[in-house]
Each structure stands twice: as structure tokens, then as C-alpha cells.
């Protein structure tokens, strides 16, 4: 992979901080032992990188702590509305947020992921913009702990018609 980089115009290795392992692991009974085994074994040879664990914070409980968590939201726009403050009652004891996926998706709560006649949003809206707007800014009022934050259909395919 070195030799790839370097004719690419890239000789020198860049720094890795993070690491995620697994993704939207809160459905899986065998993330506990997953993290423990991953987290465990590659900490001791890369102390400086920070592993990301991924599903509900702290559901499942995982050993070693995670120092941070990739939280994914999928909601409607009511939701992110209400929830601006959610970071606001967040314990300050060194564990950070990564709000790896967040999207006003449906203004249907008891159905998210059905079809656009049960309203399914297809594409953004104004109203989808104002909810994931006041829930951003619970990001940047609690940037001690939300280290990042990517908004999920920011690269999608116009021809899948979804968010």
C-alpha cells in the first residue's frame, strides 16, 4: 500500500486517530465480544488511536469503555427539533460523540423507512432542514463532547430516489 500512496504523490504514511469498529452494531449480540476482542488487542499495539464504538451509547455495556461513540439518528423532523438539547444533559466524564449518520427521513414516526405516500421523504425539505438545523446546534453548543458529525444524504444517487 506504501508504494500505491507514494506514486500517487503521497510518500509519507499519514497519521490515523480514529478507528471505528462495527457499524450500527446495536441490533448484534455479538458486538460485546467483538469490541473486547478488537479493542483489547489492537489498543496495546496502537495506544494513540482512539476506537469508535458504534450502536446506543452504553447499550450494550462494553469492556474496554469506549473512549468514543458513533451514534446514528434516523428520524423525522419533529424529532431533531425536540432533541436539540439532547446533548445538553450528557455526562462530562471524557467519553466524546461522533454523530456519524443523521437525517430527517420521514415526517411519519410510527413508520421511518415506509414509502413516500406514508411519508417517506424522497429528497430534504424545508421542514427536514429546520429540524436537522436546530439539532446541529446542540453539535456546536456541546463541542467539548460531539467531536464530529456527518449528515448522511450529503452524497447520495438522485436516481435511488431515497435519502
Same mark, same amino acid.
Given at each position: 500500500?506504501?508504494?500505491? /500512496?507514494? &506514486? ?5 504514511? +499519514? !497519521? ?10 446495536? +441490533?448484534?449480540t455479538?458486538y460485546?465480544?467483538?469490541? /473486547?476482542? +478488537? ?8 495506544p494513540? @488511536?482512539?476506537? @469508535? ?8 455495556p462494553?469492556?474496554?469503555?469506549? *473512549?468514543?461513540?458513533?451514534i446514528h439518528?434516523? *428520524? ?5 427539533? *425536540?432533541?436539540?438539547?439532547i $446533548?445538553?444533559?450528557? !455526562?462530562?466524564?471524557g467519553?466524546? $460523540?461522533?454523530?456519524? %449518520? ?12 415506509? =414509502?413516500?405516500?406514508?411519508? /417517506? ?5 424545508? *421542514?427536514?432542514a429546520?429540524?436537522? &438545523?436546530?439539532?446541529? =446546534?446542540? +453539535?456546536?453548543?456541546?463541542?467539548? @463532547?460531539?467531536f464530529a458529525?456527518? $449528515? &448522511? ?5 438522485? !436516481? %435511488? !430516489?431515497?435519502?
Open positions: 500500500m506504501g508504494a500505491k /500512496r507514494a &506514486a500517487l504523490g503521497h510518500p509519507a504514511p +499519514f !497519521e490515523l486517530n480514529y478507528v471505528e469498529v462495527g457499524n450500527e452494531d446495536f +441490533f448484534s455479538t460485546p465480544y467483538r469490541w /473486547r476482542d +478488537f479493542v483489547g488487542n489492537l489498543s496495546a499495539a496502537y494513540a @488511536i482512539t476506537f @469508535i464504538a458504534t450502536g446506543y451509547t452504553f447499550n450494550p462494553l469492556t474496554p469503555n469506549p *473512549q468514543a461513540w458513533d439518528v434516523y *428520524q423525522t423532523p419533529e424529532w431533531f427539533a *425536540q432533541n436539540a438539547f $446533548y445538553d444533559g450528557f !455526562e462530562r466524564n467519553t466524546k $460523540y461522533f454523530e456519524g %449518520e443523521y437525517a430527517a427521513i420521514s415526517t411519519n414516526a410510527g413508520n421511518l423507512y415506509g =414509502t413516500p405516500a406514508e411519508g /417517506r421523504l424522497t429528497f430534504p425539505t424545508m *421542514q427536514s429546520a429540524g436537522e &438545523a436546530a439539532f446541529m =446546534t446542540g +453539535f456546536e453548543r456541546n463541542a467539548d @463532547i460531539v458529525a456527518s $449528515y &448522511a444524504p450529503l452524497l447520495g444517487m438522485e !436516481e %435511488e !430516489e431515497r435519502l
